[in-house]
């Protein structure tokens, strides 16, 4: 078992610590929010008054964060952990960002002989929550190698995208495909709706046939199609629209640096942008539904 310290204990982060612990690690964790922080100890992990401290004596640090400017921030900031984290750790840095601030802060700390790797996401919180997670892992071979033990109490798929920012990379299509997916799926429900389909008949029969995807099958993103999903839950839980917006930007962001076409892509960061704009940033992503939604009933 190692000394990991844990940074970010938010919707995603805190489940995953919780595994951790579970998993009989030493972990400390550090959040701005006291709740956050005294629900991990209440499961057994230990916390220290600053990020700073948590670090100190870790084997592994894993830090689970909102955006690159917070990954730069705590890490290479006049205080940073850059400064605190021994020679020899292993930091694992799960947060979606761009490509180039995980190679930044990678950069930094291999200069003074901290090992790195961007290791962003797939699953959701329930998956967190259940340990099931994707890793998109971007490292070396050995780096990799010695993260996977500790991933897999976190997750189940454990993926070496490549090199440094592979992870950030492989997490930004895979995002962008599920937006496409999931703007698709729900086009497609409402057209049926529109024309007096039921919409779990309707699902039933895409789900058997060509147009049987993820969003369809185990996320449906329309009320009452299928339980225990966000849809049925006035779309609370689950994965917000102001991430699924913030993934696209950087997807077309990272399409830019390497001249890619992204045509589906920068539509459903398009519909998205209008979704949250029109006040639905803190709803699931398969609210987009609503947005399909025939006005027309004459």
């Known amino acids: 078992m190692a000394n990991i310290a844990f940074i970010g204990l938010g919707n995603m982060g805190g489940p995953m610590a919780a595994n951790l612990v579970k998993a009989g690690h030493s972990v400390t964790v550090f959040d701005l929010s006291k709740q956050a922080v005294d629900g991990l100890v209440a499961q057994g992990a230990t916390t220290k008054p600053s990020a700073q401290e948590c670090v100190v004596g870790a084997e592994f640090v894993i830090s689970m964060l909102p955006a690159g400017k917070h990954v730069s921030g705590v890490y290479l900031a006049e205080n940073g952990l850059i400064n605190h984290i021994a020679p020899g750790t292993l930091v694992i840095d799960s947060s979606t960002i761009d490509v180039q601030t995980a190679k930044s802060v990678g950069q930094a700390l291999s200069a003074q002989n901290i090992e790195f790797i961007d290791a962003p996401v797939s699953g959701g919180v329930g998956g967190a929550t259940a340990g099931t997670l994707s890793f998109m892992v971007g490292g070396s071979d050995e780096q990799f190698n010695k993260a996977k033990p500790v991933l897999e109490n976190m997750g189940k798929n ?126 699931d992503f398969s609210s987009i539904f609503n947005m399909f939604e025939h006005k027309n009933k004459n």
């Open 158 to 283: 454990i993926f070496h995208a490549g090199e440094l920012g592979a992870g950030q990379v492989a997490k930004v299509c895979n995002n962008m495909l599920l937006s496409v997916l999931m703007a698709g799926t729900s086009e497609a429900l409402q057209l049926g709706i529109a024309n007096g389909l039921d919409p779990k008949v309707l699902s039933d029969i895409m789900s058997k046939s060509s147009g049987s995807n993820w969003t369809l099958d185990v996320y449906n993103p329309c009320p009452n199609v299928m339980e225990n999903v966000p849809s049925s839950n006035d779309y609370q839980g689950g994965f917000m629209v102001d991430l699924m917006a913030k993934d696209l930007g950087l997807a077309m962001d990272t399409a830019v640096a390497s001249q890619s076409s992204t045509p589906m892509g920068a539509l459903a960061r398009s519909l998205y942008a209008m979704h949250a704009a029109a006040g639905n940033g803190g709803k």
